[in-house]
């Protein structure tokens, strides 16, 4: 088998980053490889098929699952600390593998704070995989150094809106020296504002975001937390920190995305940021796009890229309406509520 395409990048001396399975590369999947000098790290290991709305027969996309489940195990294998973000069966492979799990540091979201359905799902896989970890730790808000390298880990965030039956996910935070990743895992957005500041707080040189879920949504562009997920990249973006920006995952289910997200992609340009799906940075197509270009719509037949008169309507109406405030839009923006339009124009025109 060839090998299978991942990006590999690089957060300052002694941290690099592999893509392992990403859906802009055709699973379900946001597992990811961190190596250090001193330590080796995968983020989420596992990963699921497609659904059928995926431009792609079924038989290949059981394929690719097939290829990038043995891709998650190889690069798991291979590491001293795996990181469980949360319990949706495309962040972990739930069975017993002494090559996944036997004498490593787990570090795991607490179920303690989860919906009932999660808490079962982990209490049943921690109980599949007892004897095999050296260390199960819940890492929920906590810090833990080895040697020159820090990993930190978010308080509990809302897998997209709060208070909905996800749940909550932990994200990863990775230091070497000046070097740093973060990696979102389910966030679905960001559209909260916890997460927002607290990814702009840890000033990252390389963002991994998963994105809002447009796929669930037969018209993302009248979807007030869709808009706010645009103005959160943008506010990533306009961080002076950030040099490479990974949207993946949840949008890159969606076939329509690089029309939806299109205003993001013209702002990384001006501002010389590395920015798109895993595929993209490679230098592929995402995996969904060009399904589509080989067998056509599945859901969605009919859709326009969201352009900037689109954006300012809907701002001014959300505005108008209470549902956005202009103090919280202007802060995003970095800008004064006063020059809020000519601000948009300029960023998002």
Request: net charge neutral.
């Amino acid at each position: 088998m060839n090998p299978l395409p991942s990006l590999i990048l690089s957060a300052g001396p002694g941290l690099k980053i592999q893509t392992v399975a990403l859906d802009s590369l055709g699973v379900k999947g946001m597992c990811i490889a961190v190596r250090t000098p001193e330590i080796s790290i995968v983020i989420d290991p596992g990963v699921s098929a497609q659904t059928e709305q995926f431009p792609l027969p079924e038989a290949v996309r059981e394929q690719l699952r097939n290829d990038y489940e043995a891709a998650v195990t190889a690069a798991a294998q291979q590491a001293e600390i795996i990181v469980v973000s949360h319990y949706h069966l495309d962040h972990f492979l739930d069975r017993r593998d002494p090559a996944l799990y036997g004498g490593k540091i787990i570090f795991a979201k607490s179920p303690d704070d989860l919906p009932a359905k999660q808490q079962e799902t982990a209490r049943r896989f921690f109980q599949m995989i007892d004897g095999l970890p050296r260390e199960i730790i819940w890492a929920d808000g906590r810090r833990f150094k080895f040697k020159k390298t820090e990993i930190g880990f978010s308080p509990p965030l809302w897998h997209g809106q709060a208070d909905t039956e996800p749940g909550r996910v932990i994200m990863t935070e990775i230091t070497r020296g000046r070097g740093k990743l973060l990696v979102s895992s389910d966030v679905a957005g960001p559209v909260d504002d916890q997460t927002t500041e607290l990814i702009t707080g840890f000033q990252p040189q390389v963002a991994i975001i998963d994105g809002y879920p447009t796929f669930l949504q037969s018209d993302p562009q009248t979807d007030l937390q869709f808009l706010i997920s645009l103005f959160n990249i943008t506010h990533l973006l306009l961080l002076r920190s950030i040099k490479t920006l990974v949207l993946d995952h949840h949008i890159a289910r969606d076939y329509r995305y690089p029309a939806l997200f299109q205003p993001v992609y013209r702002l990384a340009k001006k501002l010389n940021k590395r920015f798109g799906t895993a595929a993209e940075i490679i230098g592929l197509r995402s995996a969904v796009v060009t399904a589509l270009e080989n067998y056509g719509t599945t859901r969605w037949h009919r859709w326009h890229p969201i352009d900037l008169n689109t954006i300012s309507g809907l701002v001014q109406q959300a505005i108008s309406s209470g549902k956005i405030d202009p103090q919280w839009l202007a802060r995003r923006l970095r800008t004064e509520p006063t020059a809020l339009t000519s601000t948009i124009n300029r960023l998002l025109g």
